[in-house]
């Protein structure tokens, strides 16, 4: 019984799982082409649902209230925009000289290049207490890793436009006329998303499994989720080093916003992205792989550190209480 709540909980883990085993004993329905043509309700229809989706269930008017908080937010968009994608880049120079799968290796750098998740940064940062951050980047693919597809720029910046910024903003117009019935019925957006990404794993794998030339190797594999651990724990501590610093300025809560939205990775816009960015390319599963691994290390980690994190953050709390003059 204990297990069934515990699937049920983890519906979305199950999913992928049940998703990617779809796809290998029957890739042909999902491939290009194949009965559920993913050219068109994937590319185009998948995406913009979940992009349209976001753009409905985003507060603005608690987006215009965070940001008062901007020494927080630089420091969140610093380490995710710049220093994030940059120190994969430079570990990924040491580890290109290794037997490690390349395609692999690229899928580390897509890692570096997401945006936190709404969902799980902002959940574990309330379950502690602490303050939220939100940031969104589509572009440093691009940068640090090109197209790699036969798609010219031109066509990817416009899909990228079409699909992902043109249904976010008619999700927010949508919202500001329903908002009243979204506050009372509260729609189940996040598995609404969650599903719709199923569906573009399956079809992704579908790719994979139809061609007979991609092979992955099972020690790639175990390095690759070795180093997602060890990059994870490593970023969340030196996150944690340099907003707890003497002179850093930020409260307990903004530490514990800092550790979790600075290392935390968005699986839903992450697969949608590089649907887009690497259309076509036969290796964009395996391009996708430490992302789908680094969704429920991240979430993993996140739910064992936070008795952790909390009870350093009250403490830290009556610690400034203690200290701060009486008047």
């Not at 992009?51 to 969140?76: C, D, M, R």
């Not at 019925?185 to 579908?206: H, Q, R």
């Not at 501590?237 to 002179?247: A, E, G, H, V």
Request: net charge positive; with cysteine.
């Amino acid at each position: 019984m204990r297990l069934l709540e515990r699937m049920r909980k983890e519906w979305f883990m199950v999913g992928i799982v049940l998703a990617i085993a779809g796809a290998k004993l029957k890739p042909s329905i999902g491939v290009n082409g194949g009965p559920l043509k993913p050219e068109i309700t994937v590319s185009y229809i998948a995406v913009s649902t979940i992009f349209f989706n976001s753009g409905l269930s985003l507060k603005t008017e608690e987006l215009t209230s965070a940001l008062v908080h901007i020494k927080l937010h630089l420091f969140i968009q610093i380490f995710t925009l710049a220093f994030f994608p940059a120190a994969i880049w430079l570990f990924l120079q040491l580890l290109s000289v290794t037997p490690i799968n390349e395609w692999l290796l690229k899928g580390l750098q897509t890692v570096g290049c997401m945006p936190p998740p709404v969902s799980s940064a902002v959940i574990l940062t309330k379950a502690v207490g602490g303050n939220e951050g939100i940031i969104i980047t589509p572009l440093l693919l691009l940068l640090f890793l090109g197209s790699s597809s036969s798609v010219p720029f031109t066509s990817i910046f416009s899909q990228l436009f079409m699909t992902v910024v043109v249904p976010l903003i008619i999700g927010q117009i949508v919202r500001r006329y329903i908002k009243d019935w979204l506050e009372r019925k509260k729609p189940p957006f996040g598995a609404i998303s969650s599903s719709v990404l199923l569906m573009i794993i399956y079809t992704t794998f579908c790719d994979t499994f139809s061609n007979p030339n991609i092979d992955l190797d099972k020690f790639s594999l175990v390095l690759i989720l070795f180093i997602i651990f060890s990059i994870q724990l490593s970023f969340m501590l030196l996150t944690f080093i340099f907003s707890t610093r003497s002179n850093s300025g930020f409260t307990p809560a903004d530490t514990v916003a800092i550790i979790f939205c600075s290392t935390h990775k968005s699986l839903t816009l992450g697969i949608p992205m590089l649907k887009i960015v690497f259309a076509g390319h036969e290796h964009l599963s395996l391009i996708s792989v430490p992302l789908l691994i680094y969704h429920p290390v991240q979430i993993l980690l996140g739910s064992v550190l936070v008795p952790t994190i909390k009870s350093w953050m009250v403490s830290r709390q009556k610690g400034v209480k203690l200290t701060r003059p009486t008047v």
